[in-house]
């Protein structure tokens, strides 16, 4: 049995989209724009209590907007129910139902919608097989490991041949290992099938390495979207720049502006020499740790502006002797400055005259 998803990928739309609770001064999501195009994976990122999923619940129809349209293949559904919308919700529990087995419960949406037997069966095995899960079908809930439930809550997903996934933090159950694997297996199952996904994780992990595109969420509106490279590289204010990055950014509060490096922009003067576009700042080194291949320097960093702690990231292959309670000159491009508006704290163009 065939089934195409690709040619049924659409663009979603969210226009001004606001939620207030009732009781509520603050609003959940506030005035939100973005444009999803078709067959993309955008990723909504954010802390918790920032609107990613009460956004998410409100595409997919489970919560009705206070304002503000949203808009699936160009068709605006504030007024239509979530079986109407042709999307599909994964949750983070999975919602697998555990008396049921594994083919019973990727069926049950097509049971609902009272599909032939036969044809639920179909498209239970072909959505089975495209996940690998084709021989568990007689098995329980219980009886299936995180990534194996994931998959179940998937393919019950994928059978209803939905235009937009609506993924909120599936993964966020599995253990660190299951989860690394099941990113590539989530991104390469959207690939094949290009059906457009929306996926909520508080993981920036998981952002930067499944998106093609970040859409960073705080108190309830947008602060930044892009693709993932250039939300890191080119942080739109100072929230996104401390909240992408481990280590964060670094940020050095003067006077007339905020000067903001990467851990790992900067290395020993030693190592690399000091060219016309580089600045050199000393750094006292106070703690060394070793994480992963990489030596996190903490200290106090000065000359660009007053003595402030920061955290240096030297890749493994840097063989500069550094210790603890010394003083090293750091060799710092200047094209690795970002430069952030003091009251504000959004992104600037205006250098200062110094650095």
Not at 90 to 103: C, E, G, R
Not at 273 to 301: A, N
Request: aromatic share 6%.
């Amino acid at each position: 049995m065939t089934i195409s998803l690709r040619r049924q990928a659409v663009s979603v739309e969210l226009r001004g989209v606001t939620k207030v609770y009732e009781g509520n001064d603050t609003a959940a999501v506030d005035a939100v724009d973005l444009t999803i195009d078709e067959s993309e994976f955008v990723v909504l990122l954010g802390p918790s209590g920032c609107g990613k999923t009460t956004l998410l619940r409100t595409i997919a129809g489970l919560e009705k907007p206070t304002a503000g349209e949203l808009l699936i293949g160009g068709n605006v559904v504030n007024g239509l129910p979530p079986r109407a919308r042709k999307v599909a919700m994964v949750f983070q529990s999975y919602a697998l139902y555990p008396h049921k087995t594994v083919l019973a419960n990727i069926v049950f949406p097509l049971k609902a919608e009272k599909i032939a037997p036969d044809e639920r069966r179909r498209k239970a095995t072909w959505a089975a097989e495209l996940l690998g899960i084709a021989h568990l079908f007689d098995r329980k809930p219980r009886h299936l490991s995180g990534g194996e439930r994931q998959r179940v809550a998937l393919a019950r997903a994928l059978v209803r041949e939905p235009s937009v996934f609506l993924l909120d933090e599936p993964l966020s159950n599995l253990d660190a290992k299951l989860r690394a694997a099941a990113r590539d297996d989530l991104k390469e199952f959207q690939a094949e099938l290009g059906t457009t996904t929306i996926y909520v994780t508080h993981d920036q992990v998981e952002a930067m390495g499944m998106g093609d595109r970040i859409a960073v969420m705080y108190a309830g509106r947008l602060r930044q979207v892009g693709r993932p490279r250039d939300v890191y590289s080119d942080p739109a204010d100072t929230f996104v720049a401390t909240f992408l990055g481990s280590p964060p950014m670094n940020l050095i509060e003067r006077e007339d502006v905020i000067v903001g490096f990467r851990p790992e922009s900067a290395l020993p003067a030693t190592s690399v020499g000091v060219g016309r576009d580089q600045i050199t700042v000393p750094l006292k080194v106070h703690r060394i740790e070793y994480l992963s291949g990489d030596r996190h320097l903490h200290g106090i960093v000065g000359g660009l502006g007053p003595p402030t702690r920061v955290i240096v990231r030297l890749p493994a292959t840097e063989e500069a002797p550094i210790e603890a309670d010394e003083t090293y000159d750091m060799a710092l491009p200047a094209s690795a400055l970002r430069f952030f508006d003091v009251d504000t704290g959004e992104r600037t163009t205006a250098r200062p005259l110094r650095v």
